[in-house]
């Protein structure tokens, strides 16, 4: 190794160390007493080991900094610093004075909000100061560290988050709609807070719509839309990160057709329970299931979104309703969901038992896609086998059916000829000759 | 989300009978020592976390043949770098990725022929920080705890880029002579004792 090398590989050493020994970032006291009093910015004990905190803390620090730098040179200027930093003004919103009147010589100063964008570690705290100013929510819902398993999505979005922040648009942007607020998810931590009760309802409010997640949230804590975080990459392909601009952009139109939807729900939900407790009543029978379409067609455009979820309870009532019509498409519409309820599956058995709608090819797709898990691939099997015996509707389906329960029959009940018998059913069926020849070489054991 | 498709475990795998014989301690070692080789490498600490897990299983899925220290953490090592380069994340500056004997040699050095898994130089790096300038330690902080870019931190202190770039580079290099100077000082302590 020659000198030169020698100091790159010690110096990369040594910045890996700084890394680890700097890593757990500590509340900088000098940033928190500088910042306003009145807000509250990630300071809570379980949030100090947070990439966030430390992304906030920085730009506390940045102002800080740079004000006072800009005030030592006299450099202040309508109250903007020198170097066009947005986080050096009065009020928490940017301002921009006449040039003419230049701001006094406090503006930035210790007593000052150094920082446009507060972020807050409790949900109610933000709620307030969002109803105040007529704004919603953005919540960053995670879970700790090491919980649920799901860590590249939470390094991830740990990643994202102070990238996309960590810019004047991003504050330009969003802060005269939105209070944003950092919700860590998980039952074990309702024992530290103020108010436990409150942190598990909210708790389970969010984590119905998934995590870790960037939710939009009205002041009363409805969750109105889930952004989008992967940029359509999905956590597998994890992109380098939004623009501000981009998620400024996905934040302003998912929270706008958010809030259409949930209203729209809220009224049908509303609607059709009234109606549902006047049923014996004249014509009862008749609003209920107008209602009930109006319900259907709703869930059809719920496709996809967080609302999804709070029409479920009136989807599962209509599957036993007396009109065929509305009964059938319920059904349909439930098993096209990603997690199929198990209720519908049995329903579906029920209202096409010889498979002559082709419910049952549809049951027994759904199952697959809700998962298989060792228990449960008897279950399954049985379900194939009953879809072969009654003849399936849909080829595209067996197809996929039939390929996944060689699978099982072979690796899991360890059934070679009931693994051959699926796999030569496939014989003429498959788009690839290739990956069918690969499975019958599987399961004939070559 | 839907609470009934939730109940699918993942089965852990088999341990063998290496895995076994193998010592809690020298589990613990090796572990801590390779999420660290991989933060090194340039790893953040999640993935170095989950590299350093798969690498620790092809260990008990397939150990080398050679069974004596050394040898299995070079093993764990390569199998470290090779997952590194896998996962296609760019490796941290300096860091020698492409010569895996040079890798290893500065590993080796770095952690006292796997004696430990440098826990001495961070122990050393703490009272070596003491050293530096307020600045530059101002500076160490903002860039490593908060984690400004250098463009930022050349705002934040009122320097130019490049400057920043000088300052960090010379504190990481008078950093490194210092705990070089405190872990040997430690290791002759040590030896006299």
Not at chain 1, 115 to 140: C, H, L, N, Q
Request: overall charge negative.
């Amino acid at each position: 190794m020659n000198r030169n090398e020698n100091r790159r590989v010690q110096s990369s050493l040594v910045d890996m160390l700084l890394e680890e020994h700097f890593g757990e970032p500590a509340v900088d006291q000098s940033a928190r007493e500088s910042a306003a009093p009145q807000r509250r910015l990630l300071a809570g004990p379980s949030l100090r080991t947070h990439r966030l905190a430390a992304a906030a803390l920085a730009l506390v620090g940045i102002g800080v900094v740079v004000a006072v730098a800009t005030l030592r040179r006299g450099e202040i200027d309508g109250g903007r610093t020198a170097d066009g930093g947005g986080f050096a003004t009065r009020g928490g919103a940017r301002q921009d004075p006449a040039p003419q009147d230049p701001a006094p010589r406090g503006s930035g100063s210790e007593d000052a909000p150094l920082f446009s964008m507060p972020w807050f570690d409790d949900f109610d705290t933000a709620a307030a100061s969002a109803r105040e100013s007529g704004k919603d929510v953005i919540v960053f819902h995670y879970f700790p560290r090491n919980e649920h398993a799901f860590a590249s999505d939470t390094a991830y979005l740990e990643r994202m988050i102070p990238r996309t922040m960590r810019s004047e648009d991003f504050a330009n942007g969003i802060a005269d709609k939105y209070v944003l607020v950092v919700f860590i998810g998980s039952s074990a931590l309702a024992a530290d807070k103020s108010d436990p009760e409150r942190y598990l309802e909210l708790y389970h409010r969010f984590i119905n719509c998934g995590a870790p997640a960037v939710l939009v949230a009205d002041a009363d804590a409805n969750p109105l839309a889930k952004i989008d975080i992967y940029g359509g990459a999905g956590p597998d392909g994890l992109p380098k990160s939004k623009t501000s601009a981009e998620f400024i952009r996905d934040v302003r139109l998912a929270s706008s057709e958010g809030r259409r939807l949930f209203r729209a729900v809220a009224k049908a939900v509303r609607d059709y329970e009234a109606a549902a407790s006047a049923v014996g009543q004249a014509d009862g029978e008749l609003v209920l299931e107008r209602l009930a379409e109006g319900v259907l067609d709703l869930f059809q455009e719920t496709r996809g979104s967080i609302h999804r979820e709070r029409l479920l309870p009136i989807m599962l009532q209509v599957i036993n309703s007396e009109n065929v019509v509305l009964r059938d498409r319920a059904v349909l519409a439930l098993l096209r969901m990603y997690c199929v309820p198990p209720q519908a599956i049995v329903k579906a058995e029920e209202i096409d038992p010889e498979n002559e709608k082709g419910m049952l090819d549809l049951t027994t797709n759904a199952s697959m896609r809700v998962g298989i898990s060792n228990e449960s691939v008897e279950h399954f099997l049985g379900r194939v086998d009953r879809l072969l015996e009654k003849g399936a509707k849909d080829q595209s389906i067996l197809e996929a059916v039939l390929a996944k329960a060689a699978e099982l029959a072979l690796d899991v009940m360890r059934d070679r000829k009931r693994a051959i018998g699926y796999a030569r059913q496939l014989e003429g069926l498959v788009d690839d000759p290739a990956a069918y020849a690969r499975l019958l070489d599987r399961v004939l054991g070559n | 989300m839907c609470q009934w498709a939730m109940n699918f475990v993942m089965p852990a795998p088999a341990p063998t009978a290496a895995a076994a014989e193998m010592s809690q301690k020298d589990d613990t070692l090796r572990r801590s020592s390779l999420v660290r080789f991989l933060r090194w490498l340039g790893a953040d600490r999640e993935l170095a976390a989950d590299l350093a897990h798969e690498a620790m299983l092809r260990l008990l899925q397939a150990p080398p043949d050679a069974k004596d220290e050394a040898t299995v953490a070079s093993w764990l090592r390569r199998v470290a770098r090779n997952l590194f380069i896998s996962a296609r994340t760019r490796a941290r500056e300096g860091v020698p990725l492409d010569d895996i004997a040079l890798l290893d040699a500065a590993w080796r050095k770095f952690t006292a022929e796997d004696r430990d898994a440098g826990d001495a130089r961070l122990r050393a790096l703490e009272s070596c920080l003491g050293t530096l300038s307020d600045r530059t330690r101002q500076a160490l902080a903002l860039h490593y705890r908060h984690g400004l870019t250098h463009e930022e931190l050349a705002s934040a202190l009122g320097m130019r880029v490049a400057g920043t770039r000088r300052l960090l580079e010379r504190a990481r290099l008078a950093l490194a002579t210092c705990i070089a100077a405190g872990v040997d000082a430690e290791q002759r302590k040590e030896e006299r004792s």
